[in-house]
């Protein structure tokens, strides 16, 4: 099935990049068609369940949470981070100030009742809040900070704190309240994934690092640089089954990291 064609959207700069959520019997993708800027397919058989909200489709990839007492998925858009009922897609809140209009590409991250979105070009991130607002809900902002602005690359959250590349710099970001606990230049502005207490990071320029997941400063354990072609490196790093996937453009690097014994 193609999405575009069905439910009428539009490809985008940079291409459809999402990556489609399931939950349960559903198929959760983000078309960017009106009326159907986001709909769930039976992911048996692409069958409608339904469709929901009008605008272009975002970069970002979708989550799914339960937020006063409601199960809902989260999708950013080109304009905005929606909630959604999972049920039947209707509109619970939504939040429009981490939102620009060039690329929204982080992926939202959840805990409990909260969520933090985020994007550059600028712009930044914060934390909103969901809840309850009689038989509706609405999302409350408890922070609104510059000083963590996802490009391409989505933050990962290790305990109380926000791990990421705010454009450049990489930042330990406290969730909760936006207080800093450090900043550093780190590998370069990249890309990053969490394994077994560490981040490993990969620059946009070929240089592949290793740090703590810690608030209490940067703490290096090593680095190298791969062999790079002449585009940036966008694609993000993977860590399964004891290696470290790398990929630029056409080549595939694979690394063994599992600790020896």
């Not at 959250?157 to 969730?175: P, Q, R």
């Not at 936006?178 to 560490?198: N, T």
């Amino acid at each position: 099935m193609n999405v575009l064609k069905k439910f009428g959207g539009e490809q985008i700069t940079w291409g459809i990049s999402e990556s489609p959520l399931i939950v349960g019997e559903k198929l959760l993708v983000n078309p960017g068609g009106p009326g159907a800027s986001i709909v769930a397919l039976n992911k048996k058989d692409g069958a409608l369940i339904w469709k929901s909200q009008n605008e272009k489709a975002g970069y970002s990839s979708a989550i799914a949470l339960e937020a006063a007492g409601t199960p809902q998925v989260v999708f950013f858009t080109s304009t905005r981070a929606v909630g959604l009922d999972l049920k039947d897609g209707r509109l619970l809140w939504e939040y429009g100030k981490p939102a620009n209009r060039v690329a929204n590409a982080a992926t939202p991250i959840a805990r409990a009742n909260r969520v933090f979105i985020s994007s550059d070009y600028g712009t930044g991130g914060g934390v909103v809040e969901i809840k309850a607002n009689g038989k509706d809900m609405a999302a409350q902002e408890l922070y609104f900070t510059k000083d963590m602005r996802n490009h391409h690359s989505s933050s990962v959250l290790i305990g109380d704190h926000l791990y990421g590349f705010s454009s450049s710099i990489l930042t330990a970001m406290k969730f909760d309240t936006g207080e800093i606990a450090w900043k550093d230049r780190s590998v370069g502005k990249g890309s990053l994934v969490y394994a077994d207490g560490l981040l490993y990071l990969f620059s946009e320029n070929g240089v592949v690092g290793l740090a703590e997941a810690t608030p209490t400063g940067y703490k290096e354990k090593g680095r190298f640089r791969i062999q790079q072609e002449s585009l940036p490196t966008w694609a993000h790093p993977v860590v399964a089954g004891g290696r470290l996937y790398l990929r630029d453009q056409d080549t595939i690097y694979a690394y063994d990291v599992k600790e020896k014994k």
